[in-house]
Nanobody, 114 residues
Framework: QVQLVESGGGLVQPGGSLNLSCAVS????????MGWHRQAPGKQRELVAT???????KYADSVKGRFTISKDNAKNTVDLEMKLLEPTDTAVYYC????????WGQGTQVTVSS
């Protein structure tokens, strides 16, 4: 049974940083395409960043240069480093496995506010 558990969300001021982590069980992240998505209140879920089997990454234009996705094969996690956070980054962030995702985590809230 595949399970994804996100952690690391919270409240941060504009310009601040947060690191999200997605702990995966039941599959190995090094063999999978993984991604981070987010959903703001009243909006559809959107893709934030992906990393494929080869380690190639892609980002939404809104986060390029600020967010970095990576895999930790030893820990079997997928991480999202977020810098220069803006109020528009406020959302529930979800980890997904597969393209399109076949498995989802429960989400972690990120709130950017002064």
């Amino acid at each position: 049974q595949v399970q994804l558990v996100e952690s690391g969300g919270g409240l941060v001021q504009p310009g601040g940083s947060l690191n999200l982590s997605c702990a995966v069980s039941g599959m190995e992240v090094r063999f999978a395409a993984m991604g981070w998505h987010r959903q703001a209140p009243g909006k559809q879920r959107e893709l934030v960043a992906t990393i494929n089997y080869y380690g190639i990454t892609k980002y939404a234009d809104s986060v390029k240069g600020r967010f970095t996705i990576s895999k930790d094969n030893a820990k079997n996690t997928v991480d999202l480093e977020m810098k220069l956070l803006e109020p528009t980054d406020t959302a529930v962030y979800y980890c997904g496995a597969g393209t399109p995702p076949a498995y989802w985590g429960q989400g972690t809230q990120v709130t950017v506010s002064s």
